[in-house]
């Protein structure tokens, strides 16, 4: 009999399975292909009391990967909202948030960006700055303490399911064992001498704060390919384009150095932050 369930957790080719009932099978996909992620929906097959065999992936909803000139890594399925966690410290990356967003928006998956350890008060101006940015164009902004007040985030992942997604160091470990006390993630200080995140946590895990709440923790990223998308769903990542997208003069206009581009005139009378547009043409000039 097949049984339905829930990949909680992948390790190489070896997936943990949960089953509708909570009960947990530790499965191996058929076939020498193993390309499941964390949120898949499968069928597995029992073969003994705590093990199984995947026999079906059921169609995703959506999936999240990133991809470079050489490969791609799937990084989570049926994911509903993308929860970036960034910090006061150590620096975040700006070019990041901006891959993740349009990874995001390329699935149609709401984002949220969480900006971690405010209790480092001093430090907290300088961050909102950078994020105000994406604030202006409707992304929401919520900014908390992970060993203080986590429980602020529990309202924004009711009804989702949720992937937390940063840099090592953001602070991603500390929220989920906050949330989620018997979990038990590893946590490791800053690097000082890199003044970077250190990686705790080297596989992705599907975790449930509350009932009906999906949370998965992936492993701190220190890039966001996006070679799989086309320019054209690039320029559509980017809400402040999207309105703009089809007057230019021509159909063909890579929004760059072409005359009568909507987008650029826009640039040029201060209707599309710069910085933006040069994240925009960054991400084209990388695949094109």
């Known amino acids: ?96 948030i901006t891959r993740c967003i349009v990874a995001a928006e390329s699935q149609d998956i709401q984002v949220l960006i969480v900006l971690n350890k405010c209790d480092l008060s001093e430090r907290v101006p300088a961050a909102s700055a950078i994020l105000l940015a994406y604030e202006k164009l409707g992304y929401r902004v919520l900014k ?54 250190k990686h705790t946590t080297t596989h992705a895990h599907l975790y449930h704060p509350s009932t009906g709440v999906a949370l998965i923790d992936s492993p701190g990223l220190m890039a966001f390919g996006l070679r799989h998308l086309s320019l054209e769903e690039i320029a559509r990542a980017f809400l402040e384009l999207r309105p703009l997208l089809g007057q230019c003069r021509f159909r063909d206009c890579q929004h760059d150095r072409e005359p009568d581009c909507s987008i650029l005139a826009a640039v040029e009378h201060g209707a599309i932050d710069p910085r933006r547009y040069a994240a925009f043409r960054s991400l084209c000039a990388e695949i094109g």
């Open 144 to 197: 908390l303490s992970a060993r203080n007040d986590s429980k602020r985030l529990l309202p924004y992942l009711a009804d989702h399911t949720s992937l937390l997604i940063g840099q090592s160091g953001m602070g991603k470990s500390t929220l989920i064992n906050a949330l989620i006390p018997n979990v038990c993630t590893p946590t490791r200080e800053i690097s000082q001498a890199l003044n970077a995140g």
């Open 1 to 96: 009999m097949r049984l339905a369930g829930s990949v909680i957790a992948a390790y190489g080719r070896q997936y943990r399975v949960e089953l509708r009932d909570g009960e947990t099978l530790l499965c191996v996909p058929r076939g020498k292909k193993s390309e499941l992620v964390c949120g898949d929906q499968v069928k597995v097959q029992r073969t003994s009391a705590d093990q199984g065999v995947i026999a079906t992936l059921e169609p995703r909803r959506t999936l999240l990967y990133r991809s470079d000139h050489f490969k791609q890594r799937l990084i989570a399925a049926n994911v509903t909202q993308l929860i970036i966690v960034v910090a006061t410290e150590p620096p975040f990356s700006d070019d990041l």
